[in-house]
């Protein structure tokens, strides 16, 4: 596999997994309160747990495919080309 017989692309994807995290405040506290509290980062991402009923939500980006040859990229030439025929 080299530059004359492959070439590579970066493909982009986002994958959106809600996370949630019960927290206590005290009962008179105002929702734009908390919701400013949040906001300038005093929640702790590593706290959340994943909302497993709602995993692996991707969003794909279209790829770039002006890329310079990386023969460290993962080779999928058998698998698209089965594609092809299918």
Known sequence: MNNETHKTI???ATMETD???SINVPIDTD???IREF???GN???GDMVI???DINTWRWQEPDYDMEFD???MNVSAKIKK???A
Do not use: M, N, R
């Open 38 to 40: 949040i906001h300038d």
């Open 43 to 45: 929640i702790d991402g």
């Open 71 to 73: 023969p460290e990229a």
């Open 83 to 85: 594609e092809d025929v």
């Open 19 to 21: 996370l949630y995290l």
């Open 10 to 12: 970066l493909v982009v």
């Open 51 to 53: 909302d497993f009923s």
């Open 31 to 33: 929702k734009d309160d």
